[in-house]
T-cell receptor, first 110, second 112 residues
């Protein structure tokens, strides 16, 4: 059974600071790993999909790295803004299924 | 661009009542999933489907049933609701096992 851990559970930073969100997973036989954003009371919005054969994926201010063999992924958000405040979830994919951590709740202070 | 649509968005049930949650996707995706999200926990997979007419159990299937009679729809049923089923339910779909998954906006269910 895939176990996903996200550290830290919560993070508060001033605007402009870079964010580093960590995700670890126990089963390295993954197809891919997806990062999502969830705003309070809302659904999940996909941010980045990184395939198991990739080391890195970038979209605007977001960059995700993947070290499949060690079971780790990191999401970097550059120059954070108050609009980045949300919960971020990582989800590795095994056997057709996504497994989720509890997420990291980010607050960016103006 | 509807994507994944869940019906209803909110519902309050009494213990023992039954209900069906509907998930509809317009992206012609093969795979569909039902998750539940509880405070302090990650999303947990209830049931999933890898194609029309197929269903499989996920991590927490007890107390739920599902059907996928049409490719675009995935139904989640609660036969006899219990307070432990109070949760936010999310439906998701994806085209293949290694492609992006898309989620609906969720159904907030309270069982009293």
């Amino acid at each position: 059974k895939q176990e996903v851990t996200q550290i830290p559970a919560a993070l508060s930073v001033p605007e402009g600071e870079n964010l580093v969100l960590n995700c670890s997973f126990t089963d390295s036989a993954i197809y891919n790993l997806q990062w999502f954003r969830q705003d309070p009371g809302k659904g999940l919005t996909s941010l980045l999909l990184i395939q198991s054969s990739q080391r890195e994926q970038t979209s605007g201010r977001l960059n995700a790295s993947l070290d499949k063999s060690s079971g780790r992924s990191t999401l970097y958000i550059a120059a954070s803004q108050p609009g980045d405040s949300a919960t971020y979830l990582c989800a590795p994919s095994n056997d057709y299924k996504l497994s989720f951590g509890a997420g990291t709740t980010v607050t960016v202070r103006a | 661009n509807a994507g994944v649509t869940q019906t209803p968005k909110f519902r309050v049930l009494k213990t023992g009542q039954s209900m069906t949650l509907l998930c509809a996707q317009d992206m012609n995706h093969e795979y569909m999933y039902w998750y539940r999200q509880d405070p302090g926990m990650g999303l947990r997979l209830i049931h999933y489907s890898v194609g029309e007419g197929t269903t499989a159990k996920g991590e927490v299937p007890d107390g739920y049933n599902v059907s996928r009679l049409k490719k675009q729809n995935f139904l989640l049923g609660l036969e006899s609701a219990a307070p432990s089923q109070t949760s936010v339910y999310f439906c998701a779909s994806s085209n293949r096992v290694n492609t992006e998954a898309f989620f609906g906006q969720g159904t907030r269910l309270t069982v009293v």
